[in-house]
């Protein structure tokens, strides 16, 4: 493996590159070897205090060290010793102190005192608030049962509340990641290779001599990590190649920009494959002894040549075989990237399948260069008593549908949620932890609904966002920085365990999440569940059963373990896949045992009305989602968003940039004004935004009305049949020139 990057040269090559042809390479120069400064190089006076943590701004949870100066909140920086950060923080992990100086946080246990919707609340004590939630919760469980009460989660502190649901006796748990992001992507993996791709993913980026990004916007994420292995493949030359109707930062990197026609990816996947196939570019011993269904395949997409995908797409015939090409001459190097939000048009676990043959065609899953088998060090779990067994569940709502779904989904138990002719049992009761739903789950007109059925609504949350307007108690939970959590124990290429240590002492009346769930299984009967005395007592036990301490990790904050994984696993060795046939699947004999296509197929979407474009969206580096648009550290980098217009667009409708426009979709929902930003790069059938902002609960000032919500226009959503996704993109919006 090569030198890892400073951080100049980190920045420089995700520097958002503007110019450039459709198609074309920018030369990137390098600075090998330049000197920059360490945290430990910078002089200052006072005293310096550092306490381990890991960032809680997103799933990659990058190991740092927060620095008090003279007790008072100085920084946050890099844990150099944590193979998700390399000692580098993005925008986000720097700017988390901002998440607990926020002088609009939640300070105390609220109840309310008026209906749902309406933000009138008394404070409350804990002893108070916990009292009111366990009280409603028993009665909801002696009329419908435990299994109506469900679990909303997305962060560390939901891991407490699993606990707490499992022993109350629900299974009920959903996280929007999965039917809302991630989750047609494992499945697709899952039914080809019998594996998932996981979190973060087992991507070999830094290794690969050419990388195939479809829709995947690598240096606007902000996947820390995967940024910096992307930067590194693209510093050594790396042939990127691009798939995206925008031109995104990733684009500016690449060999290949293809600004294809939204909702065609599964016509160019099928029309590489083709290519692959029929100039047999494919790895024939690899197919040979590894897959299942080749032949198969090969009838299957036949007819899928460059020249039948061209007028779908609008990518011309030489560059589908110039790209196939460049993937083949790399290979097994070469990895076609397997996304993270990949729910677009409701067939999205096929469209990631085809990714998933691709990449086994080219030979790059147990490759150098492609997907790796990931390392995660084995701690020991607390000692808990087994857990009750549900009687039902959130799949009986929906008999025969998503057989494939190997989680709850989000909006299924939303669904279920609104009263139904004929179902014994609606949900009743729903627990909120750190997710705002409005602007999370798509359809939010149905979300509402559901809130307003409900007869138990518990939001914990750091901030008064959108969700504790509907609860009937909130509950503040104390920043990442004021308590420990568990042990992040992260896949990787290297096993490793990082600690997280309270810095600060808990403003107001906050509590941590393992306090606040341990307290309501007390008033429940359900302590047994959360057996240990104090959470550091938690923390001990575990950390000795690998050999270290929680005085050791305070000191260090990120342990690597030994492991015996061989990163590189299938250069001519045997192994069995955890498919059907114990081969990886070309030809998926789980799909097609439950009656869908055993290999994917190209399916015609539906177009934009007259004067409308289809909605795409995306992430900033410096936001995740709507849970930092009000951080003062963050919005100093972006404030608002803004609507991308193509000129041509821009034109019709007499818009500049910088003008105001109020977008509608074609149910006549209106967004908030948003800045509109007039850009060649992006094509004329598609409008672009960043996710998260447009906030419409006024306690949060910073963020009040800044921007738009795009999930407020998301009032369409297209559904996998296979896992039960929610396709967002399928919604098409105008300009409401008459609102601005």
């Known amino acids: ?127 108070e608030a916990l009292d009111y939630i366990a009280a409603k919760m028993n009665k909801i469980k002696e009329k419908w049962g435990p299994e109506c009460i469900a679990l909303f989660t997305h962060g560390s502190g939901g891991t407490y509340f699993k606990t707490l649901l499992k022993g109350f006796g629900s299974n009920n748990i959903a996280a929007p990641s999965y039917a809302q992001c991630r989750g047609p992507r494992e499945e697709a ?85 083709n290519v692959i196939i029929e100039e047999e570019l494919y790895d024939k011993e690899y197919v040979k002894q590894y897959t299942y269904g080749f032949e198969e395949l090969k009838k299957a997409v036949k007819k899928n040549t460059p020249e039948w995908a061209y007028p779908i797409t609008t990518i011309k015939p030489h560059l589908i075989r110039e790209t196939a090409r460049e993937m083949a001459k790399n290979a097994p190097a070469t990895l076609v990237h397997p996304g993270r939000h990949v729910t677009w048009y409701g067939d999205d676990t096929q469209r990631v399948r085809a990714g998933a043959i691709l990449n086994a065609l080219l030979g790059s899953w147990g490759r150098r260069g492609g997907f790796y088998a990931p390392a995660k060090a084995k701690v020991e779990k607390y000692p808990l008593p087994e857990f009750p067994k549900p009687k039902k569940d959130w799949k ?39 997710t705002n739903l409005p602007l ?41 920085l004021e308590r420990y959590d568990d042990i992040r124990i992260s896949p990787g290429r290297e096993s490793t365990i990082a600690l997280r240590a309270p810095a600060f002492e808990a403003k107001y009346d906050t509590k941590p999440a393992a306090w606040i769930a341990k307290e309501l299984s007390k008033k429940l009967g359900l302590e047994k569940y959360f057996p240990w005395e104090t959470f550091e007592d938690y923390l001990d036990y575990r950390l000795k059963s690998i050999g270290s301490s929680l005085e050791e990790m305070k000191k260090i904050g990120v342990k690597k373990l ?15 896949f955890g498919t059907n046939t114990g081969k990886i699947e070309l030809y998926s004999t789980a799909l097609e045992e439950h009656g869908f296509d055993p290999v994917p197929k190209y399916t015609h ?99 009040y009305l800044k921007g738009a919500d795009d999930t407020n226009l998301m009032s369409r959503v297209k559904i996998d049949p296979i896992m039960g996704g929610t396709g967002m993109r399928a919604n098409f919006i105008t300009f409401s020139m008459e609102d601005v």
């Not at 205090?49 to 008072?72: I, M, Q």
């Not at 609606?426 to 627990?431: D, E, L, N, T, V």
């Open 562 to 576: 030994a492991h015996d994984e061989d990163l590189y696993f299938l250069n001519g060795e045997e192994y069995e």
């Open 440 to 480: 999370t789950l798509p359809e939010p007109k149905k979300t509402i609904e559901a809130l307003k059925a409900l007869e138990l609504v518990v939001a914990i949350d750091i901030m008064p966002m959108e969700i504790t307007g509907w609860a009937d108690v909130v509950l503040p939970e104390c920043t990442y």
């Open 605 to 703: 979407h539906e177009e934009p009305p007259e004067g409308y474009y289809r909605l795409n969206y995306g992430r900033a580096p410096m936001h995740s989602f709507s849970r930092t648009t009000n951080n003062s550290y963050l919005t100093d980098l972006m404030a608002e968003n803004v609507v991308w217009i193509n000129p041509l667009i821009a034109k019709e409708w007499d818009i500049k940039t910088g003008d105001y426009v109020v977008l509608k979709n074609t149910d006549g929902t209106k967004s908030n004004k948003i800045k509109a930003y007039v850009t060649q790069r992006i094509r004329h059938d598609s409008l672009y935004m960043v996710h998260g902002f447009g906030h419409r609960q006024k306690q949060m000032s910073t963020s």
């Open 189 to 273: 993996y899952l039914l080809t290779y019998g594996e998932g791709v996981g979190s973060p993913e087992r991507t070999d980026m830094v290794n690969s001599k050419c990388i195939v990004l479809i829709g995947s916007h690598i240096g606007e994420n902000m996947h820390n990590g995967q940024v910096q292995d992307f930067s590194e493949a693209v510093a050594n030359g790396a042939t990127v190649i691009t798939v995206d109707p925008r031109y995104s930062i990733a684009a500016s990197k690449s060999k290949y920009w293809l600004p294809i026609k939204p909702a065609t990816d599964m016509a160019l996947l099928l029309a590489w494959i």
């Open 396 to 434: 009986d709502a929906f008999p025969d549908q998503f057989p494939l779904a190997n989680l709850a989904l989000s909006s299924g138990i939303c669904d279920a949620t609104i009263p139904t002719p004929g179902k014994d049992c609606s949900f009743k009761g729903w627990i909120v932890y750190g």
């Open 1 to 127: 493996m090569s030198k890892r990057l400073n951080r100049r040269e980190f920045i420089k090559i995700l520097g958002a590159g503007t110019g450039g042809a459709l198609v074309g390479a920018s030369t990137i120069q390098t600075f090998a070897g330049m000197k920059t400064a360490s945290s430990a190089d910078l002089i200052t006076e006072g005293s310096i205090e550092k306490t381990p943590t890991y960032c809680e701004l997103c799933f990659w949870k990058c190991a740092g060290w927060v620095h008090k100066k003279d007790g008072e909140p100085w920084k946050i920086t890099g844990n150099p010793d944590d193979p998700n950060s390399h000692g580098r923080f993005c925008p986000r992990g720097t700017g988390g102190i901002g998440t607990y100086t926020d002088p609009q946080r939640l300070k105390t246990p609220l109840i309310r005192i008026e209906e749902r919707g309406k933000q009138v609340f008394k404070e409350a004590t804990w002893d």
